[in-house]
């Protein structure tokens, strides 16, 4: 037995093919477990190697199908059923089993038990760590990472005020329009698109993405780390994205335009919902910004050599009459 434990453990090895080397351990254990049983002389002598036996299965179930589990399961109480009704037989065959022959059977059991649990433990572990890293990515796929890591540490209600910020929204002009022409899937995957490009330049600047809302695309700077250049990078992030609508409408061919409002002042941030968090905005400053973006006039961006040009003018002035 030793050596086809050791066998499956270098097969399990080299192939990590975790189930299948349960599986086989399990069903190499019920043969040898039944088989002692027989040989020792029934329930009296056997220790309960069959009791052992389903035991192990159902800790085994943790990693095998439930298909295998309820085979395995299944043999053990049909061998169990059998035995019993052959009890008196074998009982008879053997009034004492030698020291040598129970020693080999708790030390199969033993090892057996090893070769099952000692890689279930691991391969658990492992799920668990893995759960772990994704419910965290999960976690900072819909808050920022200032307020997941204060979620973790300390449940309960997150809310702030930040003094000094910038608000910003951005509308695609006409997308709704353009979505009652196009396909679902074509409509999703132009809109994703749009966004994830518009997620990149967010990064890029270290500001925050809160939310989409339909076609809209709400960003803030100082909140909810607080940063003395919130506005300026806030404009630069405005004239990145209309530059980047005109690339997309060159790459595309589409003519999509971009609506933007901007406005700096106080704001209240938190952490509302409990099935589904949401990081979210509130206040005069966050209204403004919207009422600007939804009544603005779209221009197309003019590109400029001047750096403090380029980020605080986004048209060519009115002529004056």
Known sequence: MAAIYLTLTIFYIASGKLEVFVTVILWVSFVNNVAFHVVIGGFAWSGGALAWGVLITGTSALVLSRRHTAALGGSYLLAAVILAFFEPNLQASRQQPAVELTTVVAMDMFVASLMILIPTIVILVGQMVREQ???NSLLLNVLPKVIADRLKESPGVIADSFEDCTVLFADLVGFTEYAATVAPERLVAVLNLIFSRFDELVGHRGAEKIKTIGDGYLVIAGAPEPRPDHVTTMCQLALEMQETIGKLNAEQGSDFRLRIG???????????????????????????????????????????????????TS?????ST
């Open 133 to 135: 890293v994704r419910a």
């Open 262 to 312: 901007l406005n700096t002042g106080p704001v209240v941030a938190g952490v509302i919902g409990e099935s589904r968090f949401s990081y979210d905005l509130w206040g005069d400053t966050v209204n403004l910004a919207s009422r600007m973006q939804s009544r603005g006039q779209y221009r197309p961006p003019r590109r400029c050599t001047c750096e403090r040009e380029r980020v605080f």
């Open 315 to 319: 048209s060519p002035p009115e002529s």
